[in-house]
């Protein structure tokens, strides 16, 4: 309602003043005319004043720029009203000289207009500017009074072609500053933008106006000088008014969004942020704080920080925090535990510093809170996973010299093994050897089948032996990666198959192409008894056939030795790579029951895995992976 009555105040006064304009201007055109000039110049110093006289705690520079292009835009008008034909201040011209400065003060406002908002939020040197308007301003009344600026009226004939392609040409520069000022408008009062475009609007149809006069008395030049009058009056309702009135809509509203951005920012960020007084109450705390902690805005302001902590916090804040920050002005990651409503307790992170007076003493504190409760917790847990885990180091270590221990003990065993238990076995073999040679024809064919017996079951000791030796070597040695082509270690393994069994044919197929990474000694002996088993397995066939091949599964190479051979029964596939166990349909081969173990285990140590398929009659297939 107050707003109401304020713009109809406004309105008929506005329709009073243009009414004394009129009747002023049928006592006297002239005085008419300097009234309105007079007007425009008083509006456009007084913008100056405002802008000059705030320039160095102005954030808007638009309006610093449109005070010092108004300077010179009120000189001009000034100049145009002393120059008015009948006005005698400069004798041997007539009216095209008004008309000139009239044109050129157009130039400048429009320009001024239009350039300002490229200053918005940028750095604006005011000297240089005066300087440049200044500089700009009496090269243009040089060239007029000097005679090379073009005539704008010639007496008898009225406006000439650049009179008025100038004010259209303005009108459209206005224009552009409407809408360069509209689209920069968040930088503006909603009511300055208001009004500031009403004036745009009507200077340029004032301009326009001023475009149809044939006498400088006319009526459409007293339109044009009312229009011009109703511009300067809104230019000064946005901008003088506004900046006596409500300067921090004005002048400083960078200043006043920079202090709501900063209030919405300490309200609302995600942050527990408080502020307390020499008192040590709360004065202002974050939603977040308060959303956190569980509480209303009311149960807090006012009370002091530390009834919302631990009773072991509040005694550690009074006895070693509070000196601490009144006597340095800060702390930083102070660890407190604060009380929600719902009683839960909270560890927090407390960092403050304080906010002084011109005497230096403290008048309030900004602090901020971070909850670590969760990441307390989990350090805890880490704590508790690190005790397991040094326990189980230690017990990790104590198996290691346990597992030194036995494999000392392992090699005293193999060395026992390979020289206390071998020797008497090639004692035996070397005395059934002697008998044989020596006393073979005096024995009866009985007891030389005992001593060939006893022959053979000593050399097949012998050989358990060595193959149980080399099992152990190859579980226990070191690993040395490197670059292993697969087929190429297969056809050298089946070229010595070939020399050792010149009486057994056999068709290979051996797939290019399939190298790996791994540990060429022990691959090389995963394949000899691959191979070995698929030679020896179809050593009763006339077509014979042993396939080393590549497939891909899943993203993942499988290897595979195929033979077409006596192949096995799925159901006991489970003994395959069981130690010392022997299928029913491998019996009447020689054998040990340890070469697959030995190649499964070689497999496992490569990352990969091993299986087989087969059919009894029909061969088999063994499939493996490596990493």
């Known amino acids: 309602m107050t707003g109401f009555r304020g713009n109809s105040r406004m309105f008929f006064m506005g329709c009073a003043v243009l009414v ?44 610093l720029f449109v005070g010092i292009g108004s300077l010179f835009v009120g000189t001009m008008d000034f100049t145009h009203a002393l120059a008015y034909k009948g006005m005698g201040v400069f004798p041997g011209f007539d009216a095209n000289l008004p008309t000139q400065l009239w044109i050129i003060s157009r130039y400048l406002q429009g320009f001024t207009l239009l350039a300002a908002p490229y200053f918005l939020g940028r750095q604006l040197k005011s000297g240089y500017v005066l300087v440049a308007y200044l500089a700009a301003t009496s090269l243009l009344l040089a060239s007029v009074f000097g005679g090379i600026f073009p005539d704008c009226f010639i007496e008898g004939e009225g406006l000439t072609p650049f009179k008025k392609v100038s004010e259209y040409l303005v009108s459209f520069v206005l224009l552009g500053s409407l809408l360069f000022m509209r689209k920069k408008g968040e930088m503006f009062d909603r009511n300055v933008v208001r009004l500031l475009s009403a004036a745009i609007a009507t200077l340029i149809a004032s301009g326009l106006a001023f475009t149809l006069y044939a006498d400088v008395y006319g009526i459409s030049n007293m339109v ?31 200043l006043k969004l920079s202090e709501e951005r900063y209030r919405h920012l300490y309200t609302d960020t995600p942050v527990m942020l408080h502020s307390i007084n020499r008192e040590r109450q709360l004065v202002n705390v974050s939603n977040y704080w308060l959303e956190h902690l569980g509480f209303e805005r009311s149960e807090v302001i006012g009370r002091r920080v530390l009834d919302f902590m631990t009773e072991a916090s509040r005694r550690y804040v009074e006895e070693f925090t509070s000196p601490e920050y009144f006597r340095t002005g800060h702390v930083k990651d102070v660890p407190l535990q604060l009380v929600r409503k719902n009683g839960e307790v909270r560890d927090v992170l407390l960092t403050a510093t304080a906010e002084r007076d011109e005497q230096r003493e403290i008048i309030r504190s900004l602090a901020v809170m971070v909850d670590i409760t969760d990441r307390k917790r989990a350090e805890e847990k880490i704590e508790i996973l690190n005790t397991n885990l040094a326990a189980r180091a230690l017990d990790l270590e104590k198996a290691n010299q346990e597992l030194a221990a036995a494999n000392q003990e392992l090699e005293a065993f193999n060395y026992t093994v390979s020289h206390d238990l071998r020797s008497p076995l090639t004692c035996i073999n070397g005395y059934c050897q002697i008998i044989q040679d020596q006393c073979g024809e005096k024995l009866d064919e009985q007891s030389r089948g005992f001593i060939e017996q006893i022959h053979t079951a000593g050399r097949r000791m012998d050989q358990l032996i060595a193959t149980l030796l080399n099992f152990s070597r190859l579980t226990r040695q070191e690993m040395e990666r490197e670059t292993v082509d697969l087929s190429h270690m297969v056809r050298s393994i089946t070229m010595d198959l070939r020399l050792r069994h010149p009486e057994h044919t056999v068709a290979l197929t051996i797939a290019d192409g ?23 397995y179809t050593g009763r066939r006339e077509d014979a056939e042993v396939e080393f091949g590549v497939l891909h599964e899943e993203g993942k190479r499988v290897h595979f030795v195929r033979d077409n051979g006596i192949g096995f029964d799925m159901g006991q596939g489970v003994k395959l790579f069981n130690l010392f166990q022997r299928l029913d349909s491998a019996r009447d081969f020689e054998g040990t029951g340890i070469g697959l173990v030995t190649v499964r285990r070689i497999i496992q140590r490569h990352g990969g895995r091993i299986w087989a398929e087969g059919e009894a009659g029909k061969g088999a297939t063994f499939y493996f992976t490596l990493e």
Request: glycine share 8%.
């Open 514 to 536: 399939a190298v790996t990474s791994g540990d060429g000694k022990l691959l090389r002996v995963a394949l000899e008894n691959l191979l070995g088993n698929a030679w020896k």
């Open 20 to 63: 004394g304009l009129y009747l002023a201007s049928l006592y006297s055109y002239l005085l008419f005319h300097s009234l309105v000039e007079l007007f425009s110049v008083v509006v456009a110093c007084g913008i100056f004043t405002i802008a000059w006289n705030a320039r160095r705690i102005d954030l808007n520079n638009y309006f």
């Open 224 to 254: 044009g000088h009312f229009l011009k009058f109703a511009g300067f009056y809104l230019i000064y309702k946005a901008i003088i008014e506004t900046a006596l009135t409500r300067p921090y809509d004005l002048l400083f509203r960078e």
